[in-house]
T-cell receptor, first 116, second 114 residues
Framework: AQTVTQSQPEMSVQEAETVTLSCTYD???????LFWYKQPPSRQMILVIR??????QNATENRFSVNFQKAAKSFSLKISDSQLGDAAMYFC?????????????FGDGTTLTVKP | GAVVSQHPSRVICKSGTSVKIECRSL??????MFWYRQFPKQSLMLMAT?????????EQGVEKDKFLINHASLTLSTLTVTSAHPEDSSFYIC??????????FGEGSRLTVL
């Protein structure tokens, strides 16, 4: 079974600064997806960024980028120019490429605080 | 982006009663939906996979007779908490899987059992 570990329960960053959230995972599969989701206080989960394991290039979405190290099984999220609206709980998730059901395994989450 | 809606967002019920929560994919068809339970400041715990037109697949430790799931159409899955007790109080979240493989989450439903 796959596991996802987020070792930082809480992080804080100054507005306009950069913060990196860490995520490691364990799998024996070679094809899979990795995701970062954001859950703001409103509680609805929102997809932040997605990475296919077969792609060597790191995914980027505006101020959000990832550092995907497949051999090390590491998938960190970098948030640049942090904004107050980035404050939320962030979940790293793994999904097997091969499963028809599309079940995802989530990490325990990192609560990000953005200080004005 | 795709929209998934949950209803109700908050529900309070008496112990022993049943509560139904709906999860709708508003602008796409979802053959697969997922139901999660989330405790405060904790991760999502997958309860079951809801498959349109067939029985749900429950995760280990989740009572299928307690948490009834019905996925009667390609846009609607329902979770019924039967004979609810205070320990069932929680935040329940659904997600719907689009044909692209992406998951879209509902807003969540806060259940409080008195």
């Amino acid at each position: 079974a796959q596991t996802v570990t987020q070792s930082q329960p809480e992080m804080s960053v100054q507005e306009a600064e950069t913060v990196t959230l860490s995520c490691t995972y364990d799998t024996s599969e070679s094809d899979y997806y990795l995701f970062w989701y954001k859950q703001p206080p409103s509680r609805q989960m929102i997809l932040v960024i997605r990475q296919e394991a077969y792609k060597q290039q790191n995914a980027t979405e505006n101020r959000f980028s990832v550092n995907f190290q497949k051999a090390a099984k590491s998938f960190s999220l970098k948030i640049s120019d942090s904004q107050l609206g980035d404050a939320a709980m962030y979940f790293c998730a793994y999904r097997s490429y091969n499963t028809n059901a599309g079940k995802s395994t989530f990490g325990d989450g990192t609560t990000l605080t953005v200080k004005p | 982006g795709a929209v998934v809606s949950q209803h109700p967002s908050r529900v309070i019920c008496k112990s022993g009663t049943s509560v139904k929560i709906e999860c709708r994919s508003l602008d796409f068809q979802a053959t697969t939906m997922f139901w999660y339970r989330q405790f405060p400041k904790q991760s999502l715990m997958l309860m079951a996979t809801s498959n349109e037109g067939s029985k749900a697949t429950y995760e280990q430790g989740v009572e299928k007779d307690k948490f009834l799931i019905n996925h009667a159409s390609l846009t609607l899955s329902t979770l019924t908490v039967t004979s609810a007790h205070p320990e069932d109080s929680s935040f329940y979240i659904c997600s719907a899987r689009r044909d692209t493989g992406e998951l879209f989450f509902g807003e969540g439903s806060r259940l409080t059992v008195l």
